[in-house]
């Protein structure tokens, strides 16, 4: 009776079956024919708010403002121990460390053609400080001026041994003033011109932007006017892929660069692909708080060493996987002023066990608050934390997990809440300095409820570290600010877990870098 | 009788020229009006509720938008709280909020720094384009499988569509999609990647509706349609299924209890041909509940596409929502949860209509 209605909904049914595979097929990605379409696909997951380089503190922004924007000075490769010229041809630190001199380079031009002057750089460089975004920190106290068309001054009220460490950050990125202007950039927190920078771009960087996108995808296109070195690629796309869909995507070959995979995940990868297991800069650390009203325990020192004593590092980096690398120090192995890996902690169940019976307390129970669904490196905090839970039962204390989501644990971490804290600190810029912040009185020191004067000693190596001048005394100052840490501070370095990064057979150059992690202008295509 | 001044005699009163009125317009847009102000009604409760609910989530959105050092500044904090309302009292912002609504400003996202509109322009259409061809693949084969089973009760056909539906059913979509993803893309390269097109064709059509297929077709650009058709597949199929099992087992019952009433014997009886018979009557009466489920199934399918789009990289509102909702962007979390409240309401209400349409005694009621 219904044959003939019952065969045309099983012909559609196959048709659209078909439809859907046929067309599926045939859209191969061009990009997967490797440099032939000379477009790069790169996966990550996004954490990305702005592409304004005044504004841009997010990884992912990092990666784009590098590509678009120049900086005074810049790193070579991987190696951050030392800051190269850029759009600065030299430069030169005062023996006072109080005034950084630098020369411009003749012949650089913006995207749009005109050249880049000593009036964009003072410019972008006053802007950044002075509109208050999330970088305004990085030039606090330094004022910029113009002696020349050729020659800058940054000048700082105290010396500044760091600056040349911090000028590369591409939150500096030289923007072009007259164009700026014309949408509203300002030298003040009246600055309208992010809109405008989200969907252009105002650098003289070897890219620029075609397409910007917060949450989905970033367009980059060789910006043709530029002077230095072309780019391999012609285009660059960044797009917003989970983890696990990062993996199969970049080894079916539909992208080029996966940046964030997990040491689990990238075992075990076909050798067809290429893959870079580097210790990234970011150190992952427990804090214990000092504040006797957050805690009856923690501020107990004794109860600190126990914690130092008891916690089994060696496991902990079987759960991070291949590359990662315990902490000896806050500063990670990286920087200037990095402990040695040999000066890193050791587990001691037995010495955990007689510091906790010195302490004082019995059978103590703290919480343990942490970041739930917060991954660094593919490393998700979880783990870890019941890692550490059971550690520190076999030295007789209970620790009771309190997992939060980010922007929830975020507020009792910052607001110095946490009885015991499990967080990460990655470089705003890749100079020893920027760990003082862990000192009493000091940023993540308040964290930890440690107030200024709580440990006189630490803060004098401190105060010693911060106007140390040259390369030699300043390792010597941070390191012995780290011992002292080590010794007697709120804080427990754990490790720095592994930046994986697996690129396609066809891709060359690539090099992990703490503070842009790629620098998508030095790929080439094999 | 006849001294009371309201009988039949005398000038009707307004009473009596309301129900005149009333009486003209026809049913169905009688109907139509009564629902519609009634979307309305339920639209302003919707901001309401959304606005509530984001106000209630713990956390600190100054803390959550502005860097760690800009928060050491009292002047900059009080400066951001000022620029995004947040120093008036909750009334007075729903207040500004509702102004802003009426003239289609949602506000400013915190993260993007981009009108909310403008950003919703954007990540509305890709769901839209995704959960429309998951539902339109879902009506066309959970109705027909819902019919053959009916049909062919209790014969191989039937068991065989019956256990599909019911995989369908029970296996939960993300999981779908990963296994999906990892079949068809990594394993047997039947399909594209992430995305709504390939990277490369980013952009090569112009966004005119924002649907990636249709725009590919204005622009008369054959390659971006053929990759955008690709990309939507796996994920719309993989999204379709639940509704397709639910599809087909709801049209199957209503079908066989259609075929079991007395009209469709005697339609039968009288010698009608089968297929007028399965168009004109069993279906007609089949598709009421059938719609039912169908609407609220889209609903369910808006909600599936947050995983979905995470495992195929879709840049759809889901992700929009999960980037908002763990920034705590207020802005950005009031205008989804609009938008999410609407298209229901939009999908009741077509429901609500087509009853009217297919079923003249719905209009009534």
Not at chain 2, 320 to 348: C, E, F, H, R
Request: charged share 15%; aromatic share 6%; with cysteine.
């Amino acid at each position: 009776m219904a044959t003939r209605s019952q065969t045309a909904a099983v012909l559609l049914a196959g048709a659209l079956a078909l439809a859907a595979c046929g067309s599926g097929g045939s859209s191969q990605s061009p990009a997967a024919s490797g440099g032939g379409g000379k477009t790069l696909v790169i996966d990550t997951s996004f954490d990305l708010k702005t592409a304004d380089p005044g504004r841009t503190y997010e990884p992912t922004g990092l990666i784009v403002g590098k590509a678009v924007y120049e900086t005074l000075l810049t790193f070579d490769g991987a190696d951050v121990t030392k800051p190269v010229p850029a759009l600065a041809e030299s430069y030169e630190l005062s023996k006072d460390g109080k005034t950084l001199t630098l020369k411009l380079k003749k012949g650089a031009t913006f995207s749009d053609g005109s050249p880049v002057t000593a009036d964009d750089v003072v410019f972008s460089l006053t802007r950044v400080r002075d509109m208050k975004g999330t970088p305004s920190f990085l030039l606090d106290g330094v004022e910029v001026a113009k002696t020349d068309d050729s020659t800058i001054t940054l000048t700082s009220k105290t010396a500044n041994p760091a600056l040349p460490y911090i000028l590369p950050n591409p939150a500096l990125g030289i923007i072009n003033s007259k164009l700026a202007k014309q949408h509203g950039a300002t030298e003040d927190a009246q600055d309208k011109a992010e809109q405008y920078l989200n969907s252009a771009s105002a650098g003289s960087g070897p890219y620029e932007i075609e397409s910007f996108n917060v949450s989905s995808q970033v367009t980059l296109k060789a910006n043709p006017k530029y002077y230095g070195t072309k780019p391999a690629y012609d285009k660059v796309v960044i797009r917003n892929v989970e983890a696990a869909t990062q993996k199969l995507n970049v080894q079916r070959g539909d992208s080029q660069v996966a940046l964030n995979l997990s040491g689990d995940q990238v075992t075990g990868m076909p050798a067809t692909l290429q893959v870079k297991k580097t210790a990234s800069a970011n150190v992952i650390f427990l804090l214990a708080n000092q504040d006797s009203g957050v805690s009856k325990t923690t501020p107990n020192a004794k109860f600190v060493e126990a914690v130092r004593k008891g916690v089994d590092y060696a496991g902990l980096l079987e759960l991070a996987g291949e590359g990662a690398t315990q902490a000896p120090g806050v500063i990670p192995s990286q920087l200037l002023g990095a402990l040695p890996a040999a000066a890193a902690t050791k587990r001691d169940v037995a010495g955990a066990k007689a510091a906790l019976a010195a302490s004082g307390l019995t059978n103590p129970t703290v919480k343990l608050e942490y970041p739930s669904e917060l991954t660094v490196n593919g490393l998700s905090f979880q783990p870890l934390a019941e890692r550490v839970q059971a550690n520190l039962k076999e030295v007789g204390i209970t620790v009771d997990l309190q997992p939060a989501p980010v922007t929830t644990a975020l507020d009792n971490y910052r607001n110095g809440k946490e009885e015991l804290g499990l967080w990460y600190w990655g470089p705003d810029y890749p100079d020893p300095s920027d760990y003082l912040a862990f000192l009493p009185g000091k940023t993540v020191g308040l964290r930890a409820g440690w107030k200024a004067g709580a440990a006189k000693e630490i803060e004098a190596a401190g105060a010693k570290a911060a106007v140390a001048i040259g390369d030699d005394a300043r390792k010597a100052a941070y390191e012995d600010v780290q011992t002292k840490l080590n010794a007697s501070g709120p804080f427990i370095p754990l490790i720095q877990p592994s930046q994986n990064i697996v690129t396609a057979a066809s891709v060359t150059g690539l090099e992990y870098h703490p503070v842009w992690t790629v620098d998508v202008a030095d790929l080439g295509v094999k | 009788m006849s001294d009371n001044p309201g009988a039949p005699d005398s000038p009707p009163g307004p009473g009596a020229a309301r129900r005149d009125r009333a009486a003209r317009v026809h049913p169905l847009a009688r109907f139509l009006i009564r629902r519609i102000l009634l979307a309305v009604l339920m639209a302003w409760g919707i901001t309401l509720v959304t606005f509530i609910l984001t106000n209630l989530v713990p956390g600190d959105p100054v803390a959550a938008n502005l860097g760690q050092r800009a928060l050491g500044d009292p002047a900059i904090v009080a400066q951001w709280r000022a620029e995004h309302g947040l120093d008036k009292p909750l009334w007075q912002q729903y207040v500004i909020h509702l102004q802003g609504l009426f003239h289609g400003d949602l506000g400013v996202s915190q993260q993007s720094h981009r009108p909310v509109s403008q950003d919703l322009a954007e990540f509305v259409p890709a769901t839209l384009e995704l959960a429309g061809a998951a539902i339109l693949v879902s009506l066309l084969l959970g109705v027909a499988f819902g019919v053959i089973a009916a049909l062919r009760r209790d014969r191989a056909a039937d068991h065989v569509l019956r256990l599909l539906s019911l995989i369908g059913i029970s296996v939960p979509t993300f999981w779908l999609a990963l296994v999906a993803f990892y079949v068809f893309f990594y394993r047997l390269q039947l399909t594209p990647g992430s995305g709504r097109v390939d990277a490369a064709l980013g952009g090569a059509a112009p966004a005119v509706t924002g649907l990636q297929t249709v725009d590919a077709l204005l622009a008369g650009r054959w390659d971006v349609f053929t990759s955008a058709v690709g990309h939507l597949a796996t994920p719309a199929l993989v999204l379709a299924l639940y509704t397709i099992g639910l599809l087909t087992r709801f049209t199957r019952s209503a079908v066989l209890e259609v075929l079991g009433q007395d009209y469709v014997r005697a339609a039968r009886a009288k010698g009608l041909p089968g297929r007028t018979i399965l168009f004109r009557y069993v279906l007609r009466s089949a598709l009421v509940p059938v719609i039912t489920v169908a609407g609220l199934a889209f609903g369910s399918l808006l909600s599936g596409t947050v995983l979905v789009e995470a495992i195929f990289a879709w840049p759809g509102i889901g992700q929009y929502a999960y980037k908002s909702a763990t920034t705590l962007d207020l802005p950005a979390v009031m205008g989804v949860g609009l938008v999410v409240g609407i298209v229901y309401l939009v999908i009741n209400l077509i429901v609500d209509v087509l009853y009217g349409v297919i079923d003249p005694r719905v209009r009534l009621q």
